[in-house]
């Protein structure tokens, strides 16, 4: 999971060009405690795709309606619930779709998925 986690890191630009400046983050959801859901995208150029990063911080299994900065296709670039990691495989099958400025995302619990924007 490290190694995928730095290689993740490496790979998109949205999680490193602007990792000291305020244009590089954005809340998405903060203020969910009861549901311990907490969500963030994080830009890089002009052109890059957005990294959406989601957290589920409860042992429940959730199927939770997200907000995302915009509508079309987000792949899923890593789930920390994958079976290669000794987590249940729990997932959104690879991608989510967003329509009307969100989307519904399966979190799987305790783990943080994050999404790729790609139209």
Not at 9 to 24: I, Q, S
């Amino acid at each position: 999971l490290v190694r995928d986690l730095n290689r993740t890191y490496r790979a998109e630009p949205a999680l490193h060009v602007n990792d000291t400046r305020p244009d590089g983050f954005e809340w998405i959801e903060s203020n969910d405690a009861e549901a311990g859901v907490y969500a963030w995208v994080r830009k890089g150029r002009a052109g890059d795709p957005m990294v959406v990063s989601v957290v589920n911080m409860t042992p429940v299994e959730r199927t939770y309606r997200l907000g995302l900065p915009a509508g079309g296709h987000w792949a899923e670039i890593l789930n920390t619930d994958a079976a290669i990691y000794g987590g249940s495989g729990m997932g959104n099958m690879g991608a989510v779709h967003a329509q009307g400025g969100a989307a519904d995302v399966v979190l799987p619990p305790l783990a943080t998925l994050m999404f790729e924007y790609n139209g």
